[in-house]
């Protein structure tokens, strides 16, 4: 692995932070705008996406996450802060890896390098839901040590159904 300012090189996988408004963030969003489109319904995926604007993920508390092979855009992920009375809380948001390349690590990796930023911004903490129609990420956060919360406990549910997970930087 080689690390050259923010970019990281793992065989052929790039790990990119990049601003908000970086022209490859595109790709993350149209894959995942056509992923939950699937999973939700078309209703539900612009919804979700235009509950949060990507300038959300803005600096100087929020960042973008991109993995890359061979310059396709395959899985990424954002960070922006949960809540203005939470400062030392991040929230992650659009954690997505290509249908294609699943099962390779993309989604542990695409965390790790958000935890990092989120480290590094000065978050101790992370919040993120994910949806009933996403067992692969249920299953990822469990296995990568997240903890699930009580639903009833969270004062801002994004949606009723939502899945609250947490984890401790």
């Known amino acids: ?4 300012g923010t970019e990281r090189t793992t065989d052929r996988v790039r790990m990119l932070r990049v601003r908000h408004d970086d022209p490859r963030v595109e790709g993350l969003l149209a894959g995942l705008l056509a992923e939950y489109t699937v999973r939700y319904g078309a209703d539900g995926a612009a919804d979700e996406l235009s509950r949060y604007p990507v300038s ?19 899985a990424g992920g ?20 290509s249908d294609r390349h699943r099962r390779r690590g993309l989604g542990r990796k695409v965390m790790a390098a958000l935890e990092e930023a989120a480290r590094d911004l000065g978050y101790s903490s992370v919040i993120l839901f994910t949806g009933p129609s996403q067992p692969e990420a249920v299953a990822l956060y469990e296995r990568i ?14 949606y009723p159904k939502a899945i609250p997970f947490a984890h401790d930087l």
């Open 1 to 4: 692995m080689t690390r050259t």
């Open 56 to 74: 959300e993920f803005a600096a100087p508390r929020g960042r973008v996450v991109l993995a890359e092979i061979d310059g396709e855009v395959v």
């Open 78 to 97: 954002a960070l922006r802060p949960y809540r203005a009375d939470r400062p030392a809380v991040a929230e992650f948001k659009r954690i997505w890896t």
């Open 145 to 158: 040590g997240y903890r699930w919360v009580d639903p009833a406990t969270v004062e801002d549910l994004p």
